[in-house]
T-cell receptor
Framework: AQRVTQPEKLLSVFKGAPVELKCNYSYSGSPELFWYVQYSRQRLQLLLR??SRESIKGFTADLNKGETSFHLKKPFAQEEDSAMYYC????????????FGKGTKLSVIP | GAGVSQSPSNKVTEKGKDVELRCDPI?????LYWYRQSLGQGLEFLIY????????KSGLPSDRFSAERTGGSVSTLTIQRTQQEDSAVYLC?????????????FGPGTRLTVT
């Protein structure tokens, strides 16, 4: 069965510092990877997905198939980035539900 | 436009009672998903409906859990004989189609507390 691991429950960084939220996955095939974000008192929303190769709010994520990782990065953290971040994968081929990691709470210190 | 809505927003029930949670997906969305968010387990998939196909029930934790989707729109998640371990936030999501490119839009959730 597939699994997503986010090793850090909580990550605190200073404003302006670089951010890296780690995500590792296990699945024998080639899944699609996503990052979801949940800001305080807001609903869960898609931040970015590997298939789109996009950069959203300054965040990027690179899929490393050798290391089975999909770490989320931003060069300069902003206070408004403080939120809960979830890495997720979808295995496709008729199975389109998301498998989530347990999440990392990012706290950006002013 | 209107997003995914869920009702009730909060539900407190006694152990052993049945509960029904409702999800109204975005109009025109053909896929609908239920997830559960609990302190110990994080976000877990429960069930999803894909158009008119039989639902994928592979994530349901026990036969006390069931879900219906009527008319390809509204969905109801039913938990029978609730247990304390059922306490969680139940999230519904919908997407236009089903596939990697179809973004899942989440509702605000129903917080279920079983006393």
């Amino acid at each position: 069965a597939q699994r997503v691991t986010q090793p850090e429950k909580l990550l605190s960084v200073f404003k302006g510092a670089p951010v890296e939220l780690k995500c590792n996955y296990s699945y024998s095939g080639s899944p699609e990877l996503f990052w979801y974000v949940q800001y305080s008192r807001q609903r869960l929303q898609l931040l970015l997905r590997h298939i789109s190769r996009e950069s959203i709010k300054g965040f990027t994520a690179d899929l490393n198939k050798g290391e089975t990782s999909f770490h989320l990065k931003k060069p300069f953290a902003q206070e408004e980035d403080s939120a809960m971040y979830y890495c997720a994968l979808m295995i496709g081929a008729g199975s389109y539900q998301l498998t989530f990691g347990k999440g990392t709470k990012l706290s950006v210190i002013p | 436009g209107a997003g995914v809505s869920q009702s009730p927003s909060n539900k407190v029930t006694e152990k052993g009672k049945d509960v029904e949670l409702r999800c109204d997906p975005i109009s025109g969305h053909t896929a609908l998903y239920w997830y559960r968010q609990s302190l110990g387990q994080g976000l877990e998939f429960l069930i999803y409906f894909q158009g008119n196909s039989a639902p994928d029930k592979s994530g349901l934790p026990s036969d006390r859990f069931s879900a219906e989707r009527t008319g390809g729109s509204v969905s109801t998640l039913t938990i029978q004989r609730t247990q304390q371990e059922d306490s969680a936030v139940y999230l519904c999501a919908s997407s236009l189609g089903w596939g990697y490119q179809d973004e899942q839009y989440f509702g605000p959730g129903t917080r279920l507390t079983v006393t």
